[in-house]
């Protein structure tokens, strides 16, 4: 009788424990958000963690996440104002999050080492500058070169961003890794890095060819055959890249074949791209492999942001990274 016993309390105790984790191989986040009842907001992983984006409902102020996860890997969650938190998933954790939706930049994740970290460094950046804010990033990730946390800052600050730096970046994911020599995606980023030192302002485009949402293939001379291009990216949640694909589409027609245009759109829908295409009749050629962040032509141009561009003038690269009215007086110039 007392072994039953026993073994009826091993059994309640191993239920209670798996309704309270994520379980092996699982990840798992919930949390509760102030000032938001009802909406919803999304996720997605830049290194491939999960496919494509996944939504989540927020219904009373609460929500919950669970996914598949054998390793360790960045989750990015997209709220609806389009600022971005990353949670960093592990194999049978599970994390609590507390959030303000007036004050998101003060997102807490609470539940693993690696999501803490990320806490202090949030509370590190609130009221810096953005070169401040550059800098404190780029020594935590020299003091913490053993932490995913610090992978994820790499791509932030120095590669998925307006003005990348893809030589500190490679230097600082060549420290990375030799305190992860296991972590593939760090060779992976090595790898890419490799070539990206070399796409800078006063460098010849890349070669390349992929096919665009109309079965085309394309290739980079097209573009270095121009006397100027651009290359952007957008996306149908972002409603900023959609206003730069319709200005650009008027700037075309005005240029008088001089100006070439192509575009990536980082949707994980290729449905959702054509629709909007069609609806702005934009008949250019779009690149939508519905890969998002992880498109090999997007990789290989170091774009990884949305929006994001690159200005060729004879097939050279004269600016990247512009503005929207640094663009616009950019391409005043070069067509002139």
């Known amino acids: 009788m007392k072994k039953f016993a026993y073994i009826l309390l091993l059994l309640l105790a191993t ?16 949390g509760k958000f102030l ?33 598949e996860c054998k390793d360790p890997f960045t989750l990015v969650v997209v709220f609806p104002n389009f600022s971005e938190q990353p949670i960093f998933a592990e194999s049978g954790a599970s994390v609590d999050i507390k959030a303000d939706a007036s004050h998101l930049k003060e997102l807490s994740v609470k539940g693993t080492k690696a999501n803490e970290l990320m806490n202090s460094f949030r509370e590190n950046i609130l009221n810096v ?6 800098a404190k990033a780029e ?31 490679y230097a600082l994911t060549e420290t990375m890794a030799k305190k992860q020599p296991k972590n593939g995606e760090l060779q992976k980023m090595l790898q890419q890095l490799k070539g990206l030192k070399d796409v800078g302002v006063g460098s010849r485009l890349p070669s390349f060819t992929a096919y665009d949402t109309k079965g085309k293939l394309i290739s980079s001379v097209e573009l270095s055959s121009a006397p100027v291009a651009v290359i952007n990216t957008w996306a149908t949640y972002n409603f900023d890249s959609q206003d730069l694909q319709r200005e650009l589409k008027k700037r075309m027609r005005a240029s008088q074949g001089k100006l070439k245009v192509m575009s990536i759109c980082l949707d994980p829908s290729k449905v959702d791209c054509k629709r909007s295409l069609d609806r702005d009749s934009i008949s250019w050629s779009n690149i939508c492999t519905g890969d998002m962040l992880e498109d090999k032509t997007l990789q290989k141009l170091g774009m990884t942001s949305v929006p994001d561009v690159i200005v060729l003038q004879n097939g050279k690269i004269v600016a990247r990274g512009l503005k929207r009215q640094e663009l616009y007086d950019k391409l005043d110039q070069l067509l002139k």
Not at 35 to 55: K, L, R
């Open 15 to 30: 239920v209670v424990l798996a309704s309270c984790g994520a379980g092996s191989g699982r990840f798992k986040f919930e």
């Open 35 to 67: 000032n938001m009842n009802q909406g919803e907001f999304y996720v997605y992983s830049p290194e491939g963690g999960i496919h494509g984006m996944d939504t989540i409902k927020v219904e009373g102020g609460r929500f919950t996440y669970e996914c």
């Open 129 to 134: 500058s953005p070169p401040e804010e550059k």
């Open 139 to 169: 020594q935590f990730i020299k003091d913490h070169p053993e932490s995913i946390v610090s992978i994820y800052l790499t791509r932030k600050y120095f590669i998925s961003n307006s003005q990348p730096d893809f030589k500190k970046a």
